[in-house]
């Protein structure tokens, strides 16, 4: 058990490396030193967050603010709450606390372009963090694969559904820039397939609930539904809901991402297809070294990629996501330390937990 636990691991660990193979202030905590330095004295560091309604925002922020803090760097939380006027406000404030990085997680890819370069004007390393602010000109972003994710949910489907036929897509906003990565990849890999996309929409603001009226109309034209992607595990909770109204769940292939522990249960429980697992406690712990790096003048490692935010081309630390199905739930997610087996199994009988 030990060295299969190891080998997980070092599996996800290991997606940093592969991907280079080939060439009104909302505070959730504020200057959160670390014990017995001095904030005024160390490295400070400024982070905005679009909103903690996804699941896996709680999971980035706390691992970012406790490896800042090993490191002996301060680190300022602002949540806008999904209003993109607060986080340019709450931006604007963090530049003004003489911070030496900002890290943004944006509400709205487009909008933020003017107060990043506002930032950096006044000699602030920043960092766009999973999700690509365009026009900015940042010194890095940091983010996975998101095209690689759409090809892992298309593949899901082509391989569960081998017979083809209808699919809904019920995705998040388009003001995400991952979004769009997303579904080129979704897209590029079913061309060719006997797949068809007869429904699609995009949940405003990430706003999972709305998913429920849309499966509902959609369900109503297309009733002979196969499968569904959903731009996230949040959406497809919502998703799974409706067809459990109509005794559709398990019947419909559903494919989600991000390793919600909700979204793990149902997988095992037979329910949800496949989650395209991203290591977001890697990602964030990378995120909160770099940071530190580069506020010290130091150089960085393993930049292997660049992309370009529509103002050139920016530095792009880029890690791979991995299909968790029930095949290979233990390995990745309970072997390798993101939920426990007691939680992911927690609605199937003992005896098939341990089959």
């Not at 300022?76 to 606390?97: F, P, R, T």
């Not at 991000?258 to 990602?283: N, P, W, Y």
Request: hydrophobic letters at 40%.
């Amino acid at each position: 058990m030990k060295k299969r636990k190891r080998l997980a691991l070092c599996l996800v660990c290991l997606c940093l490396l592969f991907s280079g193979c080939t060439a009104g202030k909302t505070e959730e905590s504020v200057d959160m030193a670390a014990d017995g330095g001095d904030a005024a004295d160390g490295v400070k560091i400024g982070i905005s967050f679009d909103s903690f309604v996804i699941e896996r925002w709680i999971r980035d922020r706390d691992v970012f603010v406790s490896t800042a803090k090993r490191l002996g760097a301060s680190v300022n939380v602002q949540n806008a709450n999904g209003d993109v006027e607060e986080q340019i406000s709450q931006i604007e404030y963090l530049i003004g606390k003489d911070i030496d990085v900002l890290v943004v997680v944006p509400a709205d890819c487009d909008a933020l372009s003017g107060v990043m370069k506002k930032a950096k004007e006044a000699g602030i390393k920043t960092i766009s963090y999973d999700r690509l602010i365009q026009n900015a000109d940042s010194d890095l972003y940091m983010s996975f694969d998101n095209t690689a994710v759409g090809t892992l949910m298309a593949q899901a489907l082509k391989n569960s559904i081998p017979e083809g036929g209808d699919i809904f897509m019920i995705q998040g906003p388009d003001e995400d820039n991952n979004v769009k990565l997303v579904r080129s990849g979704f897209d590029a890999e079913i061309e060719d397939s006997n797949l068809n996309v007869v429904y699609k929409a995009s949940c405003a603001g990430w706003m999972a609930e709305e998913a429920v009226d849309y499966v509902r109309e959609a369900l109503k034209e297309y009733p002979d539904v196969k499968g569904i992607m959903c731009g996230n595990d949040d959406i497809a909770t919502q998703v799974i809901r409706v067809l459990t109204e109509n005794r559709r769940a398990g019947d419909v292939k559903v494919v989600g991402q991000d390793g919600d522990l909700a979204a793990c249960q149902r997988i095992v429980e037979g329910t949800q297809t496949m989650t395209a697992f991203k290591s977001v406690e890697l990602l964030a712990k990378i995120a909160a070294e770099y940071a530190v790096k580069m506020a010290k003048g130091e150089e960085l490692e393993r930049i292997y990629y660049s992309i370009d935010d529509g103002s050139g081309e920016i530095p792009f630390l880029r890690l791979m996501p991995i299909a968790v199905t029930e095949k290979n739930m233990d390995e990745i997610i309970i072997e390798g330390g993101y939920h426990s087996m007691e939680d992911v199994y927690l609605n199937v009988p003992p005896a098939a937990a341990t089959e």
